[in-house]
């Protein structure tokens, strides 16, 4: 079965950056979609970002485009996240998550079949 392990979270200032990643084990990177999801209490699960097996497009939530980075290293077999310019609704456990249905497009709203543990990001002053 594919697990999913993901470091990285820490405490942030405003403005500043972090790096995420998602160690896969079980599988190929080249099987699945995978998504980024965050968790913060009193909230809903919100999607952050996912990226496409076969054509490596990424799909960003509109909260995070153009401040966070998806991509992936099949050879180390991680998925990452780079954050950048964050802020305190940032703040929640970050999720990395496998989907084996065979999408045209990766979509945040899609089944995901394998999920990590989460690493937790908090952002404060």
């Known amino acids: 079965q594919v697990q999913l392990v993901e470091s990285g979270g820490a405490v942030a200032p405003p403005g500043g950056s972090l790096r995420l990643s998602c160690v896969v084990s079980g599988g190929s990177l080249d099987s699945y979609d995978f998504g980024w999801f965050r968790q913060a209490p009193g909230r809903q699960r919100e999607g952050v970002a996912c990226?496409?097996?076969?054509?490596?497009?990424?799909y960003y939530g509109d909260s995070v485009l153009g401040r966070f980075t998806f991509s992936k290293d099949n050879a180390k077999n991680t998925v990452y996240l780079q954050l950048d310019n964050l802020n305190p609704r940032d703040t929640g456990v970050y999720l990395c998550?496998?989907?084996?249905?065979?999408?045209?497009?990766?979509?945040?709203?899609?089944?995901?079949?394998?999920w990590g543990q989460g690493t937790p990001v908090t952002v404060s002053s």
């Open positions: 998550a496998a989907s084996s249905r065979l999408y045209t497009q990766c979509t945040l709203n899609g089944r995901y079949d394998y």
């Open positions: 990226i496409t097996r076969h054509t490596g497009k990424v």
